[in-house]
């Protein structure tokens, strides 16, 4: 399993799929999901995740292993939400892990040295845990205010995101929670090294303008 060089590029921008498959409309939103895909790559989006978590495992992992080979020999990554041993059949680049998932440290001793890791993290204290453990990056969220976040409470705002970077310097921080087009700069400019987005980036025209950017 080869390593990509997924960290070199800046911004690093991270986009999250929607959650919206489910058994019922799966052959219609694969598709979907397979076009923002292609669209991904072409924009050369640092990393892509799939977070389809109404899906059963057999279906994450069609729908993984078909996304990997569009995202195979390319600059954009591919992770699964949460299921490293899915990510693996389905020869993705790695894991998502959230606080449900298995530790970051027995993913890291039990899977390839090139298996990427990333960590969703809501606060310092697992922010710096998941450094120790190994991750190669971390989530760090809500910045800003958003509708799938509101379970982790009032945003954290670039303040507490500039705290959590500068601490872990020069780790991997990517802002996460209510980022667009209206402030996604914000973000960087608080030392975060680059963004992900659900709404922000499931959208063909917004790839085209980061792509364009590039």
Do not use: W
């Amino acid at each position: 399993m080869k390593r990509k060089q997924l960290f070199v590029q800046k911004p690093f921008v991270y986009l999250i799929t929607e959650g919206k498959a489910t058994p019922e409309n799966f052959l219609r939103k694969k598709n979907e999901i397979l076009r923002l895909i292609k669209n991904a790559v072409e924009a050369k989006i640092s990393l892509v995740q799939i977070r389809e978590k109404h899906l059963t495992a057999k279906l994450v992992f069609e729908l993984a292993s078909e996304a990997a080979k569009i995202t195979r020999r390319t600059a954009t990554g591919l992770l699964v939400n949460d299921r490293a041993d899915i990510a693996l059949a389905a020869r993705a680049d790695g894991v998502q892990l959230t606080s449900c998932s298995l530790s970051t440290e027995i993913i890291r001793a039990s899977f390839p040295p090139a298996f990427i890791i990333g960590v969703s993290t809501h606060n310092l204290e697992e922010a710096a845990d998941a450094k120790r453990q190994g991750a190669d990056f971390i989530t760090f969220s809500p910045i800003f205010s958003t509708p799938t976040k509101e379970k982790y409470g009032a945003p954290q705002g670039l303040k507490k995101l500039r705290e959590v970077c500068d601490r872990l310097n020069p780790f991997l921080v990517v802002a996460l929670g209510g980022i667009d087009e209206n402030n996604y700069a914000s973000v960087l400019e608080n030392g975060a090294s680059g963004f992900a987005a659900i709404r922000f980036l499931n959208d063909a025209k917004v790839l085209k303008k980061l792509a364009a950017k590039k």
